[in-house]
């Protein structure tokens, strides 16, 4: 993952630098930023959990394998990479939706008409309706999907880190064993950039969808 993790940052630092003539995605770029460092950060202690998924006696990799899958059911690295694809799509989203910079505007040539004026300041009506709901819709999109994440991360990652002892009770070892998880620490540290970030991300798009309906209904009043 670590290289996959590197690879998508030169891609993103890529990315980034072709999309900054959007107006106002500053923020965005840079909460995707936060999640990728966590991302890079959480990757390292988590990236030898079967090195570091310890049991007592001798036992054979059969056995250690059978405990090792009884415990860590769940996909944890495949359900970051794929936590971060899905908060990326609300941001591109928001960046469909924001004005850029530099747009060509109409030729000088055109005499103008009541028609066109008339027509033009209706487009500008139903974007600007359409605009600000579908920005705090995809705002709200990406407080989902944080939030989503940090209820895994609570409710399933967590109490799979937390155990000082696992008792392993699998049919094809010898008999119960008591297995233990090396750096606990530091994997359970890693769990909390990873849900400080995502918190980020959720609080900082609650509070901008908050600020945008603020901002509506003002104009409507």
């Known amino acids: 993952m670590a290289a996959f993790v590197a690879g998508f940052s030169r891609l993103a630092s890529l990315a980034v630098g072709t999309l900054s003539g959007r107006q106002g995605m500053t923020l965005w770029y840079g909460l995707l930023g936060v999640r990728l460092v966590a991302l890079i950060v959480a990757d390292r202690p988590w990236a030898t959990l079967r090195d570091d998924f310890i049991c007592n006696g001798s036992v054979d990799a059969y056995c250690w394998a059978s405990c090792f ?3 860590f059911n769940f996909p944890m690295d495949v359900l970051w990479d ?3 694809v899905l908060a990326i799509l609300p941001v591109l989203g928001l960046y469909q939706l924001t004005p850029g910079e530099g747009r ?5 040539d055109d005499p103008p008409g009541r028609l066109a004026l008339d027509e033009g300041g209706a487009n500008l009506k139903v974007v600007g309706r359409r605009r600000p709901w579908a920005s705090i819709a995809c705002a709200l999109s990406l407080a989902a999907v944080e939030g989503a994440f940090l209820w895994v991360l609570a409710q399933v990652q967590l109490p799979l880190a937390v155990p000082a002892a696992v008792l392993c009770r699998s049919p094809v070892c010898p008999g119960p064993l008591q297995c233990a998880l090396y750096a606990q620490a530091e994997k359970l540290g890693a769990l909390a950039v990873l849900a400080f970030a995502s918190g980020l991300d959720a609080l900082v798009s609650l509070i901008y969808a908050g600020a945008a309906c603020l901002t509506v209904r003002g104009r409507r009043v």
């Not at 060509?104 to 000088?108: G, T």
């Open 69 to 71: 899958n009884d415990h």
């Open 82 to 84: 794929f936590s971060y």
């Open 104 to 108: 060509p505007s109409a030729p000088l």
